[in-house]
């Protein structure tokens, strides 16, 4: 055996002893490299995961507001006077890009509504679901007639013993908007003049108001006369004598004539429009308002009315009530007629996007 054996093994051993002393090195080299890798495509996954939820979270978002934007558009010509107020219609729209939104329309005043619009999103690349909810106030902008009494009359009242109107504003366990709702009271009438027929037997309420700039009045009056013709069913007439029969609910109605005579009973929830004369020789019980834009004649009638009653005399005819005429101011039933001919206020309603925010 040459003495260059025991070299060589000595040297293959201290190759060994240094493969082996590096191994665990190399070894927890590559462990820190995978974790590092792990973590890095961790971080990856969920910027990407984050950023895909808020897309689709600004998503729903826009589909909400477009589901209520749909809503407003279509919105029914009877408003929400087909409902009583604390119900909830829900219906379900579809945005132009396919989302489904489910829009609940709560009535919680005459004139004012809640829509709610719920979307639930989940497509693909998102893990897990979206869901938006969003809630607007919604005002309805009913004409502008200018009621400033329980009677408003832009001519003389006349009547006779005991013709009662009263402006106390009453809520009642039949009120439409509950009887615990707030109350506001107006002048019981406001006309240019109060006249007693005959003269001695009718001194009218002691508080009214007497109308002098009849032109500010009549001009407001032909402004929302214009909204009155243009959103009202209108029914013609003749010289036949009208009938008006009781519908469930809160209706709006034009009884377009020269000269409109009820004579059999008749009654009318609602908005109750005359274009012309009313003559009233029989029995006309009205819940809401009721406008005449000539003469209104109700002697030797029975003219109730809850809620409203405005003539505007147009040609300066004096305004004749009977002794059987009532009319006793409500704002409800006033703000529950004039609903079945309002719309949708642009503002202040604004989606959440809207460039003023």
């Known amino acids: 055996m040459s003495c260059s054996e025991p070299k060589v093994r000595s040297a293959a051993a201290e190759r060994a002893r240094r493969a082996g002393f590096v191994l665990p090195f190399v070894v927890v080299a590559t462990a820190i490299v995978a974790i590092l890798a792990l973590a890095a495509i961790s971080t990856v996954w969920r910027g990407y995961r984050a950023a895909r939820l808020a897309a689709n979270g600004v998503r729903a978002q826009f589909a909400a507001d477009e589901g209520v934007a749909l809503q407003l558009d279509a919105w029914p010509a009877e408003s929400l006077a087909s409902v009583a107020p604390g119900t909830t219609i829900s219906t379900r729209v579809t945005t132009a890009v396919g989302d489904s939104v489910r829009v609940r329309i709560t009535r919680t005043q005459p004139l004012i509504a809640w829509l709610t619009a719920d979307v639930i999103l989940g497509p693909l690349g998102t893990p897990g679901l979206v869901r938006r909810h969003v809630t607007r106030v919604?005002?309805?902008?009913?004409?502008?007639?200018?009621?400033?009494?329980?009677?408003?009359?832009?001519?003389?009242?006349?009547?006779?013993?005991?013709?009662?109107?009263?402006?106390?504003?009453?809520?009642?366990?039949?009120?439409?908007?509950?009887?615990?709702?707030?109350?506001?009271?107006?002048?019981?009438?406001?006309?240019t003049a109060l006249v007693d027929s005959p003269a001695g037997t009718w001194t009218g309420p002691s508080a009214s108001l007497t109308l002098v700039d009849t032109a500010t009045v009549r001009a407001a009056f032909d402004q929302g006369w214009i909204s009155v013709l243009a959103r009202s069913p209108v029914r013609t007439?003749?010289?036949?004598?009208?009938?008006?029969?009781?519908?469930p609910g809160w209706h709006a109605l034009l009884l377009d004539g020269t000269t409109v005579s009820v004579q059999s009973r008749s009654r009318w929830r609602g908005l109750l429009?005359?274009?012309?004369?009313?003559?009233?020789?029989?029995?006309?019980?009205?819940?809401?308002?009721?406008?005449?834009?000539?003469?209104?004649?109700?002697?030797?009638?029975?003219?109730r009315v809850r809620g409203a009653l405005l003539v505007a005399s147009v040609g300066n005819r004096d305004v004749e009530l009977g002794d059987q005429t009532r009319v006793q101011y409500d704002r409800c039933a006033v703000q529950m007629a004039l609903a079945t001919i309002a719309v949708p206020r642009t503002r202040p309603f604004s989606l959440w996007y809207s460039p003023q925010h």
């Open 237 to 247: 007439s003749d010289s036949m004598p009208q009938r008006l029969a009781p519908l």
């Open 273 to 303: 429009a005359v274009r012309g004369d009313l003559v009233v020789t029989g029995s006309l019980d009205v819940e809401g308002v009721l406008v005449v834009r000539g003469r209104l004649d109700a002697r030797g009638a029975v003219l």
């Open 138 to 191: 919604l005002s309805l902008d009913p004409p502008a007639l200018p009621i400033v009494g329980a009677l408003t009359a832009i001519a003389a009242v006349h009547g006779q013993d005991p013709t009662t109107i009263d402006g106390r504003d009453r809520a009642d366990a039949t009120d439409a908007c509950g009887a615990l709702r707030d109350t506001v009271s107006r002048m019981p009438i406001a006309s």
